[in-house]
DNA sequence: GCGGTGACCAGCG
DNA sequence: GCGCTGGCCACCG
């Protein structure tokens, strides 16, 4: 029962990511205890997009949108984080590390 | 049932 | 200092 699925405990942790908060898939995948499966954690998002997963306060350690691409239009991924208050710029968040949010720090 | 792929990250040359 | 390769697990064809 707890003993779920990587997909599965992607979309917990990704669920609780706080308002106006960041993580990227490093994090999540080093919560999981697989930092060097940060590329399923990606993909995990995918699937997570048709889920009530917040998949735009996922990004790569730079803070760089780099799944914009995945969503429906072209600027909806920067057009929700600068909703919650989050400033992109060139698809890049300004002072990425300010908003970052480690699963593995606060939970 | 098997092989390839995928929104990445970190180490090594 | 920069560039490339390896690694991890689940889903698709």
Known sequence: MEE????????????QIPYGRVTS???????????????MVGWAMNNSLTKDVPAHRVVNRVGVLTGKHHFDGSNIMQQLLENEGIPVKENQI????KYFWDPALEL
């Open 4 to 15: 779920k699925n990587f997909f599965d405990k992607v979309y917990e942790v990704a669920k």
């Open 94 to 97: 300004v002072d990425f590390q």
């Open 25 to 39: 898939y490093g994090a999540i995948a080093k919560y999981l205890g697989a930092a060097r499966s940060a590329r």
